[in-house]
C-alpha cells in the first residue's frame, strides 16, 4: 500500500472519529466503516 494512500485513510479515519464524538453518531459510525472496509480491500 502506497503512503499517500495510508495517510489519506489515517486521515479519512481521524475525520470520521471526530464526527463521530462531536458531530452525528450515527454519520461518523458509517464513516468509520466504509473506512474500515477500504483498508480490509
Do not use: C, H, W
Request: hydrophobic share 35%; proline share 2%; glycine share 4%.
Amino acid at each position: 500500500m502506497p503512503g499517500d494512500v495510508m495517510s489519506r485513510v489515517i486521515i479519512n479515519y481521524a475525520e470520521s472519529f471526530f464526527v463521530y464524538y462531536y458531530v452525528d453518531k450515527q454519520k461518523g459510525k458509517r464513516q468509520l466503516q466504509d473506512t474500515l472496509k477500504f483498508l480490509k480491500k
